[in-house]
């Protein structure tokens, strides 16, 4: 079984995602965390981040071992472990110049779809980011779109962020112009064919995780189905 959760930034997909996989016994994979990798190493290498073809480059060379355990997460690219690196400020605030180089992307969906292909064999995977039912994994059983209003999803961020490490206006940066960006290439502020929203702005983490799951166990997986 593929599930597929989609959303803007801070909707809770990451943590709901995790949740779903750890409750149902499935892999996760975190696809933001492929386009930061690449972004860490550019930053490294101190490419010029508007050299497209220079940035594409280095994501085909890059070597990138994500983990999709649910409860152990790491990332680790050309062997050293950015687990924690790619989600500095440093990273945030330039991430989206490397998710809209068309090329990275090609080559990120690429490798996505091999590792999602894996863990089938491990019997399913919970895969979350912008584009997962729409270009991704179009056959994924289960398509969510989790929503939140933009008040909640910078509070969100901002509890989550150590307190006063960030003003106002950098937090609105890391979510609604983020989001304003990732737009230009992805639809994930519109529910695509066949996809649930779930609005979570008053809903628990716990709740949307006992949603989704709920709706999983509903789903006949394609393989099952008569
Ligand atoms: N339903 C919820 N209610 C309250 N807080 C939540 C809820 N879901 C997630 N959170 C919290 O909101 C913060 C952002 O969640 P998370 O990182 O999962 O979002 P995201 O959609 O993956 O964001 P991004 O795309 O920017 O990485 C986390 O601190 C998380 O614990
Ligand atoms: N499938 C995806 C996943 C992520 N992105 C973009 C969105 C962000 O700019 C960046 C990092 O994602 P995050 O870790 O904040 O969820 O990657 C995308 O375009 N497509």
Not at 98 to 124: F, S
Request: hydrophobic letters at 40%.
């Amino acid at each position: 079984m593929i599930i597929a959760v989609d959303g803007p930034s801070g909707s809770g997909k990451s943590s709901t995602a995790r949740g779903v996989a750890n409750r149902l016994g499935l892999r996760y994979l975190d696809t933001g965390a492929t386009y930061r990798a690449v972004t860490w190493s550019a930053v490294e290498r101190g490419l010029d981040l508007d050299d497209t073809a220079a940035v594409a480059q280095r994501a085909r060379e890059l070597v990138l071992e994500i983990s999709t355990d649910p409860d152990d997460q790491f990332v680790i690219a050309d062997g050293t472990d950015i687990t924690a690196a790619i989600r500095e400020p440093r990273i945030s605030e330039v991430v989206s110049k490397i998710a809209t180089n068309l090329d990275v992307r090609k080559e990120l969906i690429r490798r996505q779809r091999a590792i999602i292909d894996k863990a089938q064999t491990d019997g399913g995977i919970v895969v979350e980011g912008r584009d997962i039912a729409t270009v991704v994994a179009t056959d994924a059983e289960l398509k969510v779109l989790l929503t939140a209003d933009q008040e909640a999803r910078m509070a969100r961020r901002g509890a989550e962020l150590a307190a006063g490490s960030v003003t106002a206006a950098e937090l609105r940066d890391q979510i609604v112009r983020r989001d304003a960006d990732d737009s230009t290439v992805s639809e994930f502020q519109v529910a695509s064919d066949g996809a649930v929203t779930i609005d979570s702005t008053d809903l628990t983490l716990e709740e949307v995780v006992d949603v989704i799951s709920r709706l999983a166990t509903e789903t006949v997986p394609r393989s099952q189905e008569l």
